[in-house]
């Protein structure tokens, strides 16, 4: 068992498939209740993971604070409530400017950058205010550590630093101690998603594969619904057909959760992508955007060139579009 810390789950080595058993293993009844949480969210019950969060916003332990801000950020986003999301960030960021101007200890310093940069980078917000999170990196506890590192990573990744990124996620994995399987996933998601951008397919749904072996032991769904976008088609050229079943749980999620994105990161914007189309035609409409051709999408994703014209035309009809050259205003904002 590990110890007590921020995201108590996250930061607990265990065999793929025993998540549940690692939560009832923890002692302390508010970790406890924390990791349940976790494992709510993880698992795609985003509401049941808002109503423990809630109860320990205003908890005087930092570390059942900042858990709990975090995955009430996430979970209200998730159920496209804004407000509440917002409600959780500005928790975080007071709760940060309070450990940087009168550290109550290295450990607590720590968690605060770390919770500032999650709740930022991940929801593509700036972050130009916050400290550099790899010198504090060091004082997080190994599963935390793993997590930040992806973190960095997707900040790696959002500048377009692809090779960078990857380098991060493969070093952290190659030299890793413990078998820490949420970090671990969204490692690889990263990893994926890289080598997507790098035009390497095959490591990309390698990389995908390896991620979602691990996660559907306990249908930890939420890491590929947060990055669905992002994997370019992958879920959708893997999954779909081979696990039918849980990519259409899956994908009855990935809706949702990109309308709180956008409600969170842009609440302004008049694109209506989220609200139009399927997670398959999104899939294909992020391909077109990246200039593949209606053959190479159709063997990407095991479709026929006329189903993937077909989708096409649906998709123009559904963004009120006349060519292709036009999704990349509503795919690549």
């Not at 690889?188 to 749904?205: E, H, P, R, S, V």
């Not at 294909?284 to 060139?305: C, H, K, T």
Request: proline share 4%; glycine share 4%; hydrophobic share 40%.
């Amino acid at each position: 068992m590990s110890e007590y810390s921020i995201l108590p789950l996250i930061n607990s080595s265990f065999q793929p498939g025993e998540a549940n058993k690692i939560v009832a293993g923890f002692e302390d009844r508010d970790f406890q209740e924390i990791a349940r949480a976790e494992y709510y969210y993880f698992t795609g019950q985003a509401e049941k993971c808002s109503h423990i969060a809630e109860r320990y916003l205003v908890s005087h332990n930092i570390k059942l604070k900042m858990s709990s801000c975090l995955l009430y950020v996430y979970s209200n986003m998730t159920l496209g409530r804004a407000v509440a999301s917002r409600k959780g960030m500005r928790e975080i960021q007071e709760c940060l400017e309070k450990e940087m101007k009168n550290p109550s200890s290295a450990e607590n310093r720590a968690i605060s950058v770390f919770a500032g940069y999650m709740s930022s980078v991940l929801l593509h917000l700036p972050v130009n205010e916050l400290p550099d999170v790899g010198l504090y990196a060091p004082t997080l506890p190994p599963g935390i550590k793993m997590f930040s590192a992806y973190v960095t990573a997707h900040m790696a990744y959002l500048k377009g630093e692809y090779g960078r990124a990857l380098g991060i996620c493969e070093a952290v994995l190659m030299f890793r101690n413990g078998t820490y399987p949420i970090s671990m996933i969204y490692l690889y998601c990263m990893i994926a998603m890289c080598q997507m951008n790098l035009k390497y397919q095959q490591k990309a749904k390698d990389a995908l594969m390896v991620a979602w072996n691990m996660a559907k032991e306990d249908e930890f769904l939420e890491p590929f619904i947060e990055h669905h976008g992002l994997l370019q088609g992958l879920l959708e050229s893997c999954i779909r057909k081979e696990d039918s079943e849980l990519y259409n749980k899956l994908s009855d999620k990935v809706i949702a959760f990109s309308r709180g994105w956008m409600a969170i990161h842009n609440p302004m914007s008049e694109n209506s992508v989220t609200d139009a189309l399927s997670t398959v035609e999104f899939s294909i409409a992020m391909l077109a955007s990246r200039d593949w051709n209606n053959q190479e999408i159709a063997d990407y994703l095991g479709f026929s060139p006329n189903t993937v014209k077909t989708y096409l035309s649906r998709i123009y009809v559904k963004l009120n579009i006349k060519k292709r050259d036009e999704l990349k205003n509503h795919m690549l904002k």
